[in-house]
């Protein structure tokens, strides 16, 4: 029995971490989806497994393989799951699903189940997907069929089998024989079947926990059935995908020893992975609040232990510096400081110094010389004066 926590809905998206343990499974589906009379005849599959064993996994990881994205067009993927608030019933909502994911507008899938009367929406609409799919090579998975609430139980009386027994075949009727033709003597309506052409080479690959209802849906030979898996390193591996570091696993027992917790269920072992590696990530988060948390006590001891700084000290630290005290000691620190000057650098600076000096003592010299003139130079005499 499925709770309302239970629900989920899947997609064609592989999972982001690798897949481990699925390559023999991978083969015998492939070879089942490839057994068939002719290219054109239709096909459908089932796989069975109990929650968590990797069916999902398995129809992704084939859904998406090149050589088959190049060999069926189009590709849809439809969940199946249910939830119990959802509107509508199971078998119209089904059928949305599939139109929506082969590109049908939602007006007019919406007008299509608007329609009256009402007991010809199903029909309609099954008759619009047979339309979509008419001469196509088509791959659809319907992933996660279940059988409902009243499935039977070990301690269900005879009676009460028969009742839920009944009730599971006339609830599931429309799901029955997918592969089943469209006759003259049938209805619009009735059959999921009617709406997926045959002919052309279709597949529907089903999912499911329940096999009555897979063997319903496919028949008793086109069921594979998917089992815990029983390596050690493969279920480590799902594990180690989500951990990092010395947590993962490494020795042979650890990995034993981990199969057995998770009873081969890599949903199981995703989860476990999962829970570890958030308590390795808060464990790292705590430990680096306490080490911050300690060096910022150890600051705060080590500065109570330095003694108080008086009023005075500190008034004196924020008294602004004077500009004949900060030439003062600017020129202090030149005398403490000299700048130290290379030796060839020092000569040159000498010559240039003594070059300097010598064409000073020129200049004032000639400065005097212009201002007294020698007394013994002879002055010329005035314009118009006689020889004796």
């Given at each position: 029995m499925d709770s309302p926590g239970s629900y989920r809905r899947?997609?064609?998206?592989?999972?982001?971490?690798?897949?481990h343990g699925f390559d023999t499974e991978l083969i015998s589906l492939e070879k089942i989806v490839q057994q068939r009379q002719s290219s054109d005849q239709f096909k459908a599959v089932a796989i069975v497994g109990k929650r968590g064993v990797g069916k999902t996994t398995l129809c992704q990881v084939l859904f998406n393989k090149p050589e088959v994205k190049a060999d069926f067009l189009p590709r849809i993927w439809v969940c199946m799951s249910w939830k119990p608030t959802e509107p509508g019933d199971r078998k119209t909502t089904t059928v949305?699903?599939?139109?929506?994911?082969?590109?049908?507008?939602?007006?007019?899938?919406?007008?299509?189940?608007?329609?009256?009367?009402?007991?010809?929406?199903?029909?309609?609409?099954?008759?619009?997907?047979?339309?979509?799919?008419?001469?196509?090579?088509?791959?659809?998975?319907?992933?996660d069929a279940i059988e409902g609430d009243d499935a039977i139980k070990e301690g269900d009386d005879a009676d009460k089998k028969k009742k839920k027994a009944d009730a599971f075949k006339e609830r599931n009727k429309w799901l029955a024989d997918l592969d089943s033709p469209i006759t003259e003597k049938e209805k619009w309506g009735e059959c999921l079947a009617f709406g997926l052409p045959k002919g052309h080479g279709g597949t529907v690959i089903v999912t499911s926990r329940d096999e009555k209802l897979a063997k319903v849906m496919?028949?008793?030979?086109?069921?594979?059935?998917?089992?815990?898996?029983?390596?050690?390193?493969?279920?480590?591996?799902?594990?180690?995908?989500?951990?990092?570091?010395?947590?993962?696993?490494?020795?042979?027992?650890?990995?034993?020893?981990?199969?057995?917790?998770?009873?081969?269920?890599?949903?199981?072992?995703?989860m476990m992975g999962k829970i570890k590696s958030d308590e390795l990530a808060k464990a790292a988060e705590k430990a680096a609040n306490e080490a911050a948390e300690k060096a910022a006590k150890e600051?705060?001891?080590?500065?109570?232990?330095?003694?108080?700084?008086?009023?005075?000290q500190l008034h004196t630290e924020s008294k602004p510096i004077q500009p004949d005290e900060a030439a003062k000691s600017s020129k202090d620190d030149k005398e403490i400081k000299p700048e130290e000057v290379p030796a060839g650098e020092k000569h040159i600076q000498q010559q240039e110094k003594d070059a300097r000096s010598s064409i000073g003592s020129k200049d004032d010299e000639q400065i005097i010389s212009e201002e007294h003139p020698a007394e013994s130079e002879p002055r010329p005499q005035q314009e118009g004066a006689t020889h004796n």
């Open positions: 899947s997609s064609r998206i592989l999972p982001v971490t690798p897949v949305k699903r599939m139109l929506t994911c082969l590109g049908v507008d939602d007006q007019i899938i919406q007008s299509i189940s608007d329609s009256e009367p009402k007991a010809d929406r199903l029909r309609r609409l099954l008759y619009a997907l047979h339309l979509q799919l008419t001469g196509k090579k088509y791959l659809i998975v319907l992933d496919v028949g008793e030979k086109n069921l594979l059935h998917l089992l815990p898996l029983l390596d050690p390193k493969s279920c480590a591996s799902i594990f180690n995908d989500h951990i990092k570091g010395e947590q993962k696993l490494k020795e042979d027992l650890e990995k034993k020893e981990f199969l057995k917790k998770c009873a081969g269920l890599p949903i199981a072992a995703t600051a705060a001891e080590k500065a109570a232990k330095e003694p108080a700084k008086t009023m005075e």
